[in-house]
């Protein structure tokens, strides 16, 4: 069965470095999104992306990330500059279609900022 | 102020018992997520459902549009069944919504 798959499952990184994590949505879908959940919280939506531009994004999704689609497989989060409140798990998902499709999620990469 | 409630915040149940964890909404939306997310960490999704009733083996997922509330009922539940369960509400404006999640513990 198809999946989204995620690198790395773990990152540790010092503040003020920059991030890129990864992810591979599942092959035939359109829509792909961003989530973090930080420990012991809810899961926030980051950002949303479709034909190659961002469709929707969070009051978090601040000048530090960004998001980009290289090559046509790879959906990839970058962090710039890291701060020790982005340490959290994050979530990457995608879906196939607009309307009544559901999104399939990622195993997550765990992110710890030191 | 939360967009998405749920409750209990926690649960714990004996195997076997009919479990229910309801979640109520404030925005309008079109349809509502039901994900699971296990003691590891990884999400999966259950549920997209915008009117009635779903059933997907034990589960069973309920939605009132009108009443801006949803349920979503375990039957006979098992060890493995013990994970986070989270409401989600889909992007209206900008925003997805996220309940902050019911965890279930099923003892044996």
């Known amino acids: 069965e198809p999946e989204v798959t995620q690198t790395p499952s773990h990152q540790v990184t010092q503040m003020g470095q920059e991030v890129i994590l990864r992810c591979v949505p599942i092959?035939?879908?359109?829509?792909f999104y961003w989530y973090r959940q930080i420990l012991g919280q809810k899961v926030e939506f980051l950002v949303s992306f479709y034909n190659n531009e961002i469709s929707e994004k969070s009051e978090i999704f601040d000048d530090q990330f960004s998001v980009e689609r290289p090559d046509g497989s790879n959906f990839t989060l970058k962090i710039r500059s890291t701060k020790l409140e982005d340490s959290a798990m994050y979530f990457c998902?995608?879906?196939?279609?607009?309307?009544?499709?559901?999104?399939?999620f990622g195993p997550g990469t765990r992110l710890l900022v030191l | 102020k939360n967009e998405v409630e749920q409750s209990p915040q926690n649960l714990t149940a004996q195997e076997g018992e009919f479990i229910t964890i309801n979640c109520s909404y404030s925005v309008g939306i079109s349809a509502l997520h039901w994900l699971q997310q296990h003691p590891g960490g990884g999400i999966v999704s259950l549920f997209m459902l915008s009117s009635g009733k779903k059933k997907h083996g034990r589960l069973i997922a309920t939605i009132n549009i009108q009443e801006k509330h949803s349920s979503l009922h375990i039957t006979a539940s098992h060890p493995r069944d013990s994970a986070v369960y989270i409401c989600?509400?889909?992007?209206?404006?900008?925003?997805?919504?996220f309940g902050t999640g019911t965890s279930l513990t099923v003892i044996p």
């Open positions: 092959s035939n879908h359109l829509y």
């Open positions: 989600a509400v889909p992007p209206v404006g900008n925003q997805f919504y």
């Open positions: 998902a995608s879906k196939s279609r607009q309307g009544g499709e559901t999104q399939y």
